[in-house]
């Protein structure tokens, strides 16, 4: 089954930057709108930033200005810059994708930023 797999997570220091990747592991026909989330410990998944297929973007209050989304529709692809980073951005972050009303989802990649 296809998926998408997220990669570039990791442990940095606050005030620094990590850009995370996203890509599908097989061929996904007709991806839409895409999107990152991420889930704190104890807290729901919350949507940080979405861009559409015609590049429109969205962002959550708590990124805007920090957080940068992109994609590459030829390869399907997903990034986002992050940049400011704070420890309550501390999380597992997922990459989503639509694709004719299903979604598929990535594995999760963590983002551990120490104070």
């Known amino acids: 089954q296809v998926q998408l797999v997220e990669s570039g997570g990791g442990l940095v220091q606050a005030g620094g930057s990590l850009r995370l990747s996203c890509a599908p592991s097989g061929t996904i026909f007709g991806i839409n709108g895409m999107g990152w989330y991420r889930q704190a410990p104890g807290k729901q998944r919350e949507l940080v930033a979405g861009i559409t297929l015609g590049g429109r973007t969205n962002y959550a209050d708590s990124v805007k200005g920090r957080f940068t989304i992109s994609r590459d529709k030829t390869k399907n692809t997903l990034s986002r810059q992050m940049n400011s980073l704070k420890p309550e951005d501390t999380a597992v972050y997922y990459c989503?994708?639509?694709?004719?009303?299903?979604?598929?989802w990535g594995q999760g990649t963590q983002v551990t930023v120490s104070s």
């Open positions: 989503a994708a639509d694709s004719y009303g299903r979604v598929y």
